[in-house]
């Protein structure tokens, strides 16, 4: 069981949150964490590369002097991947790098990674974090009120709020995501976890629903 401090928006302890890991993740497994963090890059990939083949470059396809008599080694085209302006032996060509793991999979691993963060005490509570419009000067204050200011953190809220996501995104190092979009490496890639008392409850209900 995890007891973790509540803190307000200046940074003052006003509470605790009981919370045990094994209630979001029974067991934390390396494995599917690294296959659920290889698929989310591999997904990211743009794999618009392209090089040309020895049939594409400029040049003559004729042989550059005869077989045998010159002392020379045997020579083709001068577009032979060998020689220096020649095509690509290997040729890359546009590809998509995309694939899916199985949903429950990846609904496992995005709780065994907040799990993960619970556990190694990177996870910071919130009590609230609402703005009546985008001010990222006060997100700013309550970052470096929290000890954040210069620390990758994931902002987590309980569901879409635009004003918290506006206040946020422009702040180098921060990434604003509710409950519902969370997934293992938006959570593992941060150094820290910044959630809401709500967030965290909603995380807790998600958890059991999709543990049953």
């Avoid at 997904?43 to 396809?61: I, Y």
């Avoid at 550059?64 to 991947?81: E, I, L, P, V």
């Avoid at 635009?162 to 995104?169: A, I, L, M, Q, T």
Wanted: hydrophobic share 40%; proline share 4%; aromatic share 4%.
């Amino acid at each position: 069981m995890a007891s973790l401090p509540i803190f307000d928006r200046k940074g003052a302890e006003v509470g605790r949150y009981e919370i045990d890991p094994k209630d979001l993740a029974p067991r934390i497994s390396k494995q599917l964490l690294h296959d659920a963090v290889v698929m989310y890059q591999a997904n990211q990939r743009q794999g618009t590369f392209r090089t040309k083949a020895r049939g594409e470059v400029a040049g003559s396809t004729k042989k550059m002097y005869r077989q045998k008599g010159t002392g020379n080694a045997r020579a083709g085209s001068r577009r032979s991947g060998v020689r220096r302006g020649g095509g690509h032996i290997f040729a890359k060509r546009p590809r998509d790098f995309s694939y899916r793991l199985p949903r429950k999979a990846l609904q496992a691993a995005t709780r065994m990674a907040v799990a993960s963060k619970i556990r190694d005490a990177q996870v910071i509570v919130i009590d609230d974090l609402s703005f009546n419009a985008p001010q990222t000067k006060e997100m700013n204050s309550i970052l470096k009120a929290l000890k954040l200011s210069d620390v990758s953190t994931l902002v987590t809220t309980a569901a879409v709020d635009r004003n918290v996501y506006k206040s946020g995104r422009n702040i180098k190092g921060v990434q604003v995501l509710p409950v519902a979009e969370l997934n293992a490496l938006a959570v593992l890639k941060p150094r820290r976890m910044l959630v809401t008392k709500a967030a965290l409850d909603a995380l807790r209900k998600q958890s059991a629903k999709e543990s049953a």
